[in-house]
């Protein structure tokens, strides 16, 4: 994308939206409905009769920002009801608003009262800000592959949006790239999966864990996406891209639309959702740029050498250690020596993974 996701954080004063009340009113309810169409929700299609009417009320009482108390005319209890609110938020990060729910079950019957994080107010003009950069998104995507898309929107989240734990701003949330540039792994799973419907792509958030480093806590709770491909889905972690990307001052793609073997390497999930592909489809498998011996690899770099390509990324089909990466590095000296003599050249690489990136004329970063 040509602008920054969280450019013009407030709207133009002139804005139709912002003329009357009653025209706040119709730009959000519309606004919520097509953003809610367009998710994908697998949770719901998990649920049945009266676990989808109870489903449906929540939602419809978030699209239409309901500030008053409603009754739930079927049978039901609190445990039931929280797992449904959450499958109902999970499923429609576009809500990004909500700030749960309280309520009163009487005779198994549920008044219910929804609570909001921001004001009527707030929510519009967030959602205003929202609608711009999604146009921009969309303006970007005109007459791109699918695969073209796929990596506007993970580039606009590894380049665009800085992963912060610490900002005193909501971070968890979908709206949060788009006014701050900055959210942990929820904002940034749930702000893809907004903007992977908007360019008419399925998607939705997984929440799992993965393995920490040595100095992490245990378990680290983590989100991400799944993709859908064809008929199947696979992982993309817009997140771990981001941190590799900003680490090593380019763009890495080493969890772009992964199988679960692939991701399991280094992530925990349930497979109640469903199993991913197993086809290759990362990014390094699409590109031609994955390889299962050095020959092949040897004669990658010298064609692009030849083309004389500043960046040459590649992933490796089987585990490596460091004594392999330095073998690797070893082919990369060679084929520089015999293609290009007397060029600068750094590259890094992620064990975890096997992908690397070879900068040829500047340093890449530590």
């Known amino acids: 994308m040509d602008n920054n996701l969280n450019e013009n954080k407030r709207p133009a004063e002139n804005d139709p939206a912002f003329v009357s009340e009653e025209q706040k009113r119709r730009f959000i309810t519309k606004w919520l409905i097509k953003r809610t169409r367009e998710a994908y929700k697998p949770r719901w299609r998990r649920l049945h ?24 005319t079927v049978q039901t209890n609190a445990a039931q009801l929280s797992k449904i609110y959450d499958d109902m938020c999970m499923d429609n990060p576009a809500l990004f608003f909500l700030d749960g729910f309280s309520y009163c079950v009487s005779d198994g019957l549920a008044e219910i009262t929804m609570k909001y994080d921001l004001s009527f107010d707030e929510t519009v003009n967030n959602a205003a800000v929202m609608e711009k950069a999604l ?5 970007a995507c005109e007459g791109k592959s699918f ?23 909501p971070k968890y949330d979908s709206h949060s790239i788009f006014l701050h540039g900055r959210a942990v792994c929820a904002g940034m799973s749930e702000s893809a999966s907004v903007m992977f419907g908007y360019i008419g792509i399925d998607s939705y958030t997984v929440v799992g864990d993965y393995t920490p480093a040595k100095d992490a806590p245990e378990n680290p709770r983590h989100e991400w996406n799944m993709v859908r491909i064809g008929d199947c889905f696979y992982h993309f972690d817009v997140t771990f891209d981001n941190s590799l990307s900003r680490r090593r001052g380019t763009q890495m793609y080493t969890y772009f639309n992964l199988t679960d073997e692939q991701i399991a390497k280094d992530h925990r999930f349930s497979a109640a959702l ?11 498998t699409l590109t031609g740029s994955m390889f299962d011996d050095k020959e092949s690899l040897r ?20 585990d490596i250690n460091k004594d392999e990466a330095d073998k ?8 520089r020596d015999r293609e290009a003599p007397g060029t600068a050249f750094s590259y890094c690489s992620y064990f975890d993974s096997n ?8 340093p890449l970063k530590d």
């Open 49 to 72: 009769g009266t676990e989808r009417l109870i489903y449906k009320w929540f939602l419809y009482n978030a699209v239409m920002l309901n500030t008053e108390r409603f009754t739930i």
């Open 135 to 139: 146009r921009r998104l969309k303006t």
């Open 147 to 169: 695969l073209e898309k796929e990596l506007i929107v993970h580039n606009c989240l590894t380049s665009e949006v800085t992963y912060d734990l610490e900002a005193d701003i």
């Open 274 to 284: 469903g199993r991913s592909g197993t086809e290759r489809v990362d990014y390094y």
């Open 299 to 318: 004669e990658f770099i010298a064609e692009r050498l030849r083309r004389k390509e500043s960046l040459i990324r590649f992933r490796m089909s089987y």
């Open 328 to 335: 690797i590095e070893d082919i990369i000296a060679d084929v």
């Open 355 to 362: 992908s690397f990136a070879i900068m040829i004329g500047q």
